[in-house]
């Protein structure tokens, strides 16, 4: 297990040493080899700039780059064009000429046409903020003022109701989210507490929210591994004790338990066993009391799991 | 330990290996980040006393103090408190993320992996110390996209993990149809189901890997309507027997500003629509934004445990929210509630005292002038099991125009009770927090320390404590294609 350890921490250091070697590299297009260009203005590379020319407002016609890297002049190029993508915003250069391309691509300290970088979003913001700055997390600005309509889903608590925007839609989300990361950040807790999924020191108050449900928890956390993990060296898991006295609030806890269990299945297996359960609900031993509801259907249960029906009962 | 594959770290290794040179073409995008927290908590421990010496009778007795217990004729009297100790659990993270294109056209790497440590696994998982998340080569183009490697799903039947290959088509504009498959991983833990985290943490937990195969169905009639249909099974490798058999459908409108939602989620084995919801949100008028929901859950287990046997029954809830933004002023208003009835669980005598319903309600106000801000939330969860009624108040000022740097204070109160357990408990606490964006360097640090005091109500027997909280993060940022 150390060794494990030690290899993942190698490989992140490696990473982390040769993504740094990496960031030291030259851009994709690096416009700085080329400032001598840049005296021509950069809408003589591209063209469609102030036009509103969707088609060539962002890409270079390759033309341009075969002129020059032809093979004899300077090496040969093959770039076959730029692909435009499906973008949800609403931006347009032609509606923004008097800004300037620096005011938005300018690299800071960085002098000269072609020190240029794309712009992100933190650049809108300074017209269209509303006073507010941070592109994600603010929530003051309303979506639509840059972004065809993401909106109508992406309230204040989307961060909680996004489910089914995002199955239905997906490509969508991908305009403007990393699917490769964005979906795992919070998916696969515990997670990153900048994220704020969870309000600050959710640990002494989660436990409501886990009885209600108002989000399944066992979407990002494990119940058995996670909860269960936790509240074992809590003491509060039952860790095969059977001497009771926890839940002390209700009076022949024993007898009602059966209604918390059916109401509150997904709390009950953040603390209990299967073990434990079983020595009073199966019918090979114990006390053989039956826990099936009474709409059970076992023949579907059965298709599909015996291996599960054969924990209680003899035959599988 | 996660990774059981070999392969899966030789790929992660040579795509990292690989990275300056096809950087230098292309591109990598990402990220690395530190996180180490600090926080106390109070075991819970078992006392007793001998059932001779405790007066009454029947199973639920009480102390001279008030102390309920639960006796066992000729045994002993039990009760659980926390023992007064505390303990120190600190766990530390490292993640790398990163996304690279290698200079074959279409031809992109994907990685996330994480290293856990700390607090001799007092917190869940540091005992996981190696985690690939994600890691996984990508070909893409207008028309389809294969990725394969270890990632993930994230579909109408929730998120799920599997180390193998998935093939979308979408050379149409109205759909798109995806298959996937591979060796499955048990859900939030990125582990095989037959891996060590899971047979420690369950005495019946499963002893074979799984398989997971399916598809999806997605369409979009333009800007007005999208959805999807996922199938998906997921078997023992033995084939004895499934995992689990389910499919959704999710459907998604957007009419005249208009948004409305729908979903629902099927298991075959136990015929049961685990989430079905319906939504609608109204436009923005005035900036005024209304939504509703109406839901059903029943909670869905594998097929390898007895909890489905069990027969869990499920909720109804019907639920209200509205925003308002304001368009003179930086102010945001939010606030919601809902009602949630459960089903006749058939179970216990009719004389029970458990309730069968519960509210919700939240609320929250923004402001944010120039570049101060005050977050004002408070939110209550009242109903079976346990309920929760607080709220936090932040004053905050962010420090660059960017608002990642930031500075804030935070004071927060909460009052709990649970229904299955005497007493009730409060927490009160403040706390101060703040991120620093180091320029030029694209290094963000943040940091937070808070303490919390802890009271406990109607408990003899408890003792009140003040808990600290601190955190330390870094955030390195690199983007070797900055002008694609």
């Known amino acids: 297990m150390r060794r494990l350890a030690y290899l993942g921490a190698f490989v992140l250091a490696l990473g982390a040493g040769a993504l740094f070697a990496a960031s030291r590299a030259t851009f994709e297009f690096p416009h700085e080899k080329h400032a001598g260009l840049g005296a021509s203005g950069c809408e003589s590379c591209h063209a469609g700039i102030y036009s509103g020319d969707a088609s060539r407002n962002v890409s270079v016609d390759p033309s341009l780059c075969s002129g020059c890297h032809n093979g004899q002049t ?33 690299i800071p300290g960085a002098e000269g046409a072609m020190a240029v970088q794309p712009a992100s979003g933190q650049v809108c913001l300074v017209c269209h903020g509303n006073g507010a700055a941070n592109h994600f997390e603010v929530g003051v600005n309303p979506c639509e003022t840059c972004h065809y309509d993401p909106a109508p889903g992406h309230t204040p608590e989307f961060k909680t109701q996004h489910g089914t925007a995002a199955a239905a839609g997906l490509p969508n989300c991908t305009q403007c989210h990393q699917q490769e990361s964005f979906c795992v950040d919070c998916h696969d807790g515990p997670v990153n507490p900048r994220f704020q ?11 409501a929210e886990a009885w209600s449900e108002p989000v399944e928890c066992a979407e990002c956390h494990s119940r058995e591994v996670f909860c269960r993990d936790c509240h074992s060296n809590q003491g509060v898991a039952m860790d095969g004790r059977q001497n009771g006295g926890y839940h002390d609030g209700v009076a022949n806890w024993q007898q009602q338990h059966g209604v918390a269990a059916r109401q509150g299945m997904d709390s009950c297996v953040s603390c209990h066993q299967q073990t434990e359960c079983l020595a009073c609900h199966s019918a090979k031993a114990g006390w053989r009391v039956n826990p099936h509801g009474p709409d059970f259907d076992p023949t579907r249960a059965e298709d599909r799991s015996t291996q599960a029906c054969g924990i209680c009962h003899t035959g599988y | 330990m996660t990774v059981h594959r070999r392969p899966f770290l030789i790929l992660v290794a040579g795509a990292l290996l690989g990275l300056p040179g096809s950087g230098r073409a292309q591109g990598v995008r990402g990220d690395v980040t530190l996180n ?24 639920q007795r009480q102390l001279t103090d008030g102390t309920t217990v639960t006796c066992i004729e000729g045994d002993f009297c039990r009760w659980y408190e926390d023992n007064g100790e505390r303990q120190d659990i600190t766990p530390f993270t490292q993640d790398l993320r990163f996304a690279g294109w290698t200079g074959v056209q279409g031809l992109s790497f994907h990685g996330q992996m994480r290293t856990r440590f700390g607090s001799d696994d007092l917190w869940p998982r540091t005992d996981q110390n190696f985690d ?38 979408r050379g149409l504009d109205w759909m798109w149809i995806e298959a ?28 074979r890997r799984g398989l997971l195969f399916g598809g999806e169905l997605g369409f979009k009639g333009g800007k007005v309507f999208s959805g999807s249909a996922t199938y998906q099974r997921e078997l023992r490798t033995d084939r004895l027997a499934l995992y689990s058999e389910r499919a959704a459908v999710d459907l998604r409108a957007l009419i005249g500003g ?41 909670p869905f287990f594998d097929y390898w445990t007895i909890w489905s046997a069990f027969s869990p029954v499920g909720f109804g809830e019907g639920r209200l929210s509205g925003t308002w933004t304001s368009r003179s002023i930086p102010l945001l208003v939010e606030a919601g509630g809902a009602y949630r009835k459960y089903e006749e669980t058939n179970a216990g005598p009719a004389t029970t005292t458990i309730l069968r319903d519960g509210w919700r309600g939240f609320g929250r106000v923004y402001w944010t002038p120039d570049r101060w801000y005050v977050d004002a939330r408070y939110r209550f969860e009242d109903g079976f099991g346990g309920s929760r009624y607080g709220g936090d108040l932040i004053f905050g000022r962010y420090l660059d125009q960017r608002s990642i740097s930031y500075v804030a204070v935070r004071g927060t ?3 709990t009770l649970y229904e299955f357990r005497d007493g009730e408990r409060y927490v009160t606490g403040a706390a101060v927090e703040g991120a620093y964006d180091i320029p030029n360097a694209d290094l963000t640090l943040d940091a937070s320390l808070g303490f919390y005091r802890i009271e406990d109500k109607n408990r003899p027997q408890a003792t009140d404590w003040t808990e600290g909280r601190a955190t330390v993060g870094l955030r390195w940022r690199f983007n070797t294609g900055g002008t694609r």
């Not at chain 1, 969870?198 to 436990?207: D, E, M, S």
Request: hydrophobic share 35%.
């Open chain 2, 132 to 169: 690939l998340l994600t890691g996984y080569l990508s070909l893409t183009r207008s028309a389809y996209r294969i990725n394969a490697g270890r990632m993930y799903r994230a579909s109408g039947l929730g998120y799920y993990n599997f180390d193998g290959a998935s093939v979308m088509f």
């Open chain 2, 258 to 298: 208009w948004a409305f939602d729908g979903a629902a989620a099927y298991d075959f084995a136990y015929d049961e629509i685990n989430d079905a919801r319906v939504r609608v949100t109204t436009p923005q008028i005035l900036g005024i934004r209304f939504s509703a929901q109406a839901r059903r859950y029943v």
């Open chain 1, 197 to 207: 999924y969870h309000p600050a020191n959710f640990v002494t108050r989660h436990g």
């Open chain 2, 413 to 415: 109160g909460t009052e």
């Open chain 2, 180 to 207: 996937y498959g591979g060796w499955s991983l048990a859900r939030g833990v990125n582990a095989p189901r037959d891996g060590k985290l899971y047979t420690e943490s369950d005495l019946l937990a499963t002893d």
């Open chain 2, 36 to 59: 180490w927290g600090w926080l106390q908590l109070r075991p819970f421990v078992v006392d007793s006393v001998p059932e001779d010496g405790v007066a009454g009778s029947g199973l």
């Open chain 1, 74 to 106: 300077f090496v040969e190029v093959n770039w076959p064009g730029y692909t435009p993508q499906e973008s949800s915003l609403k931006f347009q250069h032609a509606t923004h000429p008097k800004l300037g391309c620096q005011t938005c691509h300018g």
